[in-house]
């Protein structure tokens, strides 16, 4: 085996090891980082707390397991950073007791949670919709195209389009809502 081949063997994936890690940190990035903001108002400090987060998820990544949820994973190693970075700064910032602090970190988590939720029951009751309805949305959100421009893609009036959009709107949102309550689609 020549040493080219050799070479080879020993770092077979790192490329696609890199891909993957930055797809699944560019999905959690924006939830990774809120829930930061959420407890750390300060946003220089957050961005800090964010990067050192960030450092430490490439840093064991070969330790994250393919089966658990990426972006709980990474709030919670962004939870250790804030409680270090709480500890350490206890002196300079607002003085909190730990249960205090401990209610705006599961608040923190809670609005996390929730937006996860809100994204996955939008998905779900896009899916439900009629296929015109699903394109329409596909055209608008996806394709980030303006309805003057739709209408005449559709070859509809830019009047009708808006009204269409609206009850789409309409029925997602009482889907969304009766998804989250109820916690299935109706």
């Given at each position: 085996m020549t040493n080219a081949d050799n070479s080879s063997n020993k770092k077979p994936d790192n490329g696609s090891r890199a891909e993957r890690f930055f797809s699944l940190f560019m999905s959690s990035q924006n939830q990774i980082y809120t829930y930061i903001l959420m407890v750390?108002?300060?946003?220089?400090?957050?961005?800090?707390?964010?990067?050192?987060?960030?450092?430490?998820?490439?840093?064991?990544?070969?330790?994250?397991?393919?089966?658990?949820?990426?972006?709980?994973?990474?709030?919670?190693?962004?939870?250790?950073?804030?409680?270090?970075?709480?500890?350490?700064?206890?002196?300079?910032?607002?003085?909190?007791?730990?249960?205090?602090?401990?209610?705006?970190?599961?608040?923190?988590?809670?609005?996390?949670?929730?937006?996860?939720?809100?994204?996955?029951?939008?998905?779900?009751?896009?899916?439900?919709?009629k296929?015109?309805?699903?394109?329409?949305?596909?055209?608008?959100?996806?394709?980030?195209i303006p309805i003057k421009k739709m209408a005449v893609l559709v070859g509809r009036s830019v009047d009708g389009l808006y009204k269409t959009m609206a009850r789409i709107h309409n029925a997602l949102q009482e889907c969304v809502r009766r998804t989250l309550i109820y916690g299935e689609l109706p």
């Open positions: 750390i108002h300060n946003i220089n400090d957050a961005d800090d707390l964010m990067q050192e987060t960030a450092t430490v998820l490439w840093e064991k990544f070969h330790e994250f397991e393919e089966d658990r949820n990426f972006t709980a994973w990474g709030i919670g190693i962004a939870h250790n950073k804030i409680l270090t970075y709480l500890r350490d700064h206890r002196k300079t910032r607002a003085k909190f007791n730990d249960d205090i602090s401990t209610k705006i970190i599961e608040h923190a988590q809670s609005v996390v949670d929730e937006k996860k939720e809100r994204v996955e029951a939008i998905i779900k009751c896009v899916g439900k919709l296929e015109t309805d699903r394109k329409l949305i596909s055209l608008r959100y996806e394709q980030d």
